[in-house]
């Protein structure tokens, strides 16, 4: 079907994926503050979707779907990062949360719980969960963030991309899925309901029975765990940088 893109046929193409360029960034919205205007998104989502017919190759495994998918909603990120509005002070900390996490985690060999976290960080719970809720609620803190951005683990997937890094991509994915799969049993659900069910955190308060801000809470957590736990690949990308 791709070969149209090659017979000037793209626009029959791109009406055809629109509905999943809208549906991604209504997903995204759904987290979003009312400062970020949908035809923002959507537009940007639809930059994504022309690179998308431009380098896909059916021979590397993955549907057309999840591939675009991927190349959408990293340019959504992209054009958000752009436009950040979010204080310097709250990305260093959630830094400084993540970096808590890995410390409490590597000392107690489990999964480190809130009170201690915050204990550890030498502040109040309250001021720990709005931490979290700054964190989810001014940034799209999401698992492409960690794949994406200017302190990301794998660069964005190019059409000109070399075999190591193609190998570097998929460990990296194993990697990822692993550390999703050993979260805590609460926090991998909300994961699951949020990018396996699409559901939006209004809809995933309902199913735990807690309130939206606990919800984007859970979500912020879950986000600053993982890179906590793959913070040995960060380290690694950046130490090739350097060297």
């Given at each position: ?23 991604i ?33 059916a ?13 959408i909603?990293?340019a959504?990120?992209?054009?958000l ?6 204080p ?9 949360v ?14 480190a719980?809130?009170t ?59 990697a ?38 606990r ?26 940088k350097?060297?």
């Open positions: 079907m791709y070969a149209a893109v090659q017979a000037g046929n793209v626009d029959a193409l791109v009406i055809q994926h629109a509905p999943l360029v809208k549906r960034a209504y997903h995204l919205m759904g987290r979003l503050p009312d400062t970020v205007q949908l035809d923002d998104l959507i537009q940007s989502g639809m930059l994504g979707l022309l690179e998308a017919l431009k380098h896909y190759d021979g590397q495994g993955a549907s057309f779907d999840t591939y675009a998918g991927i190349r909603r990293g959504m990120l992209d054009e990062r752009r436009s950040d509005w979010t310097r002070s709250v990305h260093k900390k959630a830094r400084m993540a970096e808590a996490i890995r410390e409490v985690e590597n000392q107690l060999g489990r999964d719980k809130d201690e976290v915050a204990g550890h960080m030498g502040i109040g719970l309250n001021e720990y969960h709005h931490i979290l809720q700054d964190a989810v609620s001014c940034k799209t803190f999401s698992v492409e963030e960690l794949v994406q951005g200017e302190d990301s683990v794998i660069d964005d997937v190019h059409g000109n991309q070399q075999p190591e890094d193609v190998l570097i991509q998929q460990n990296f994915q194993k990822l899925a692993k550390a999703i799969s050993e979260l805590p049993e609460r926090e991998r659900l909300v994961i699951s309901l949020y990018y396996d069910e699409e559901l939006n955190l209004r809809e995933i308060g309902k199913v735990l029975d807690v309130s939206e801000s919800v984007s809470q859970i979500c912020s957590q879950a986000m600053l765990r993982l890179r906590a736990r793959l913070a040995d690949w960060v380290e690694g990308k950046d130490n090739e350097c060297s």
